[in-house]
């Protein structure tokens, strides 16, 4: 069955750089791939939506990148900001079901 | 616009008292709906899912139960708590579809902290 990995261990930038999170997954490749950005005790929100046949998708200061060839999903925030900080999860199509990585927590410092 | 509501909040029950959480959506039809539970510290955990009024698929064997009695409601249920029944749990609905427009994309309620005494 697919599963997904992310950097378990968290990320801590300092304001104004670039954070990157990395999503790898184990076996074919979906259909298309999600983020969504968690808040503690707050459920998921959804982010972005990237499709197989899309190398990069942009909202604002996110990007994320899918490569199927790596089985890899980057996501950057660029001109990171404290309000960023949160856990970030990425998540892949199965069956009409999705999928969800553990997440990667984000520490923006001022 | 569509909202989806879980209550309670936070609820505090012992070993072995039963348990009713309720999620509704507002706004929007025939919504594929699920319930998920996140340990802390850990990923989603997909425990149901449903396509629609009285069709439940269970992904975990466990002593949780879930129904849709109505479109827009999907309640969690058990008999008997146990301490390994604690944790976060997260309802989320989808619009259904297929096809290349279909995403899939995901909207969770608030949820609802559980702590198992």
């Known amino acids: 069955s697919q599963k997904i990995e992310q950097n378990s261990e968290a990320l801590n930038i300092q304001e104004g750089k670039t954070a990157t999170l990395t999503c790898n997954y184990t076996n074919y490749s979906p259909a298309y791939l999600q983020w969504y950005r968690q808040d503690p005790g707050r459920g998921p929100v959804f982010l972005l939506l990237?499709?197989?046949?899309?190398k990069e998708k942009r909202k604002e200061r996110l990007k994320v990148t899918f490569d199927t060839t790596l089985k890899q999903s980057l996501f950057h925030i660029t001109a990171s900001e404290p309000a960023d900080s949160a856990t970030y999860l990425c998540a892949l199509n199965q069956g009409g079901k999705l999928i969800f990585g553990q997440g990667t927590e984000l520490s923006v410092k001022p | 616009s569509q909202t989806i509501h879980q209550w309670p909040a936070t609820l505090v029950q012992p070993v072995g008292s039963p348990l009713s959480l309720e999620c509704t959506v507002e706004?929007?039809?025939?919504?594929?709906l699920y319930w998920y539970r996140q340990a802390a510290g850990r990923g989603l955990q997909l425990l149901f899912y449903?396509?629609?009024?009285?069709?439940i698929s269970s992904e975990v064997p466990q002593n949780l139960s879930a129904s849709r009695p109505q479109d827009r409601q999907f309640i969690l249920s058990s008999k008997k708590l146990l301490l390994s029944d604690s944790g976060f749990y997260l309802c989320?609905?989808?619009?259904?579809?297929?096809?290349?427009?279909?995403?899939?994309?995901?909207?969770f309620g608030p949820g609802t902290r559980l702590t198992v005494l």
């Open positions: 706004g929007t039809s025939n919504p594929n």
């Open positions: 990237i499709r197989e046949n899309e």
């Open positions: 989320a609905w989808s619009v259904p579809g297929t096809g290349a427009g279909r995403t899939d994309t995901q909207y």
């Open positions: 449903s396509v629609g009024i009285g069709q």
